[in-house]
């Protein structure tokens, strides 16, 4: 099903919106060109895989034919007899639900496409989608990694593609290709149904992409602003998603309608990280600017710097959540780690002391480029710019583990969900496991499928779409 997943980012890109207008009348109507463009723009929202109301989907031909709870939703030469035309069209039509009706001209494109038969002229092209991966002749660089909620599962970074292995074999399970040159972030849902992909492709998009686990295929693509976007978030209840952008803002999205609900622009400089408190109802975002920021989510106010920034802390690479707590740990430029509370208790002095710290830890051998909590919340892990590793009780700041998690630099941490394990990905493109209380490596290898190389400065060559 990748194919079905590639052409959808394509035609995101390619499709005109509106061509009612220019549809000239004696010429049979295109469900490529046509009809899909109007059903990504005005149904797909509530009728995606994910979640499609009615049972009915409509990202595919074969599913739009299928129907959902009624039955069939379209009858072939039969308009008048289609479900699908009767609820769009008429006064009060009942589709799309409480939104704008489609125009008299889209209407009447539906209603001829059926009468023509409903043909599907999908182009043959998207089914050799399939297969057609990436092809590396030298390691990427791994700037992601993510262990699914239920462990069976670790998603790395690849180039325009992530890739999924098994946790107890270390075979590749299946390779979700997208549009997005830059994969800079991955983080699964809570229930571990959705897969979170944020990235884009420099000076041109930034993409938040969003996969079905269970069938590997793609719910939607959320464009957002002009470069790629850093540090995806997912609410608790994982209706919203937060990121931050190269433009100094974050952005706060409704999944199931894409509206953006927040757009946060009190950072000074490009944002690296966001996590949700654990009841969703604030962000808290970091960046370049040292400053780590909470932010009420539906009023998109400014609540308080976490951090006092006049420390001179440095540029903030990274931070994750508590897994259970309003806690927040900090990395970056200082290669100190800080452990902060969300929510600040204690009134805010002239002194400027940072009353949120709970604990500073040991100064790390490189600048924090990672951090992870284990699932239990008794540790957490660091991964640096040095190649470096290593995990830490968080209770009396003892240092448990140093690994080597590369041979140049580490970007990436995961625990595991059961904590025994610890992943890493880096520079040199290998993903290592380690024992998360020996350092003991269980496993290392390539983080993509490499071609042996024909000429030694040949750089990474990508077959297929671009
Ligand atoms: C805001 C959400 C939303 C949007 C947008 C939307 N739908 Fe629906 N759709 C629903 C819901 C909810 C139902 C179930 C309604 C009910 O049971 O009363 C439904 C039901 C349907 C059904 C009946 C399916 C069945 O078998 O029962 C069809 C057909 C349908 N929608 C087509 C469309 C089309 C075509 C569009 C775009 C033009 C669209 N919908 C846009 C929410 C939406």
Known sequence: MIHLAVYLLCFAVWSPFAVADNHASDAAVSYHAEIVPILKRSCQGCHHPGDPNADLIVTSYADLKR???????????????????KLISGDEPAMPQNQEPLSAEEVELFRRWILEGAPDDTPTEVDTMEGNYPT????????????????????????REVLLYDTTTFELKARLVGKAHRIQSLTYTTDGKILGVAGGSPAQFGEVQLWDTATHTLIKTIRSSYDTVYGLSFSPDASRIA??????????????????????DNHSDWVFGTIFSTDGSHFVSCGRDTALKLVEVNTGSFVDDINSSNKGYGEINTIARHPSENQVLSGGEDRIPRLYKIFREIRRDVGNTDFNLIQAYEAQSGSIEGVAFSGDGTRFATGCASGETRVYNIQDGKRIASMQGDAVAVFAVSFHPNGTQLATGGFDGKIRVFDAVSGKLLNAFMSVPIEPAGSEDVA??????T
């Open 67 to 85: 129907g959902g709870m009624a039955g069939e939703a379209i009858i072939p030469g039969k308009p008048d007899e289609s479900l699908i035309i």
């Open 460 to 465: 990474l060559v990508v077959t297929g779409m």
């Open 243 to 264: 990121f931050g952008c190269s433009d100094k803002t974050v952005r706060v999205l409704s999944i199931e309608d894409e509206k953006e609900l927040v757009k946060f």
């Open 136 to 159: 590396y002749t030298v390691p990427p660089v791994v700037s992601a990694i993510a262990y699914s909620p239920d462990g069976s599962t670790l998603a790395v970074s690849g180039f």
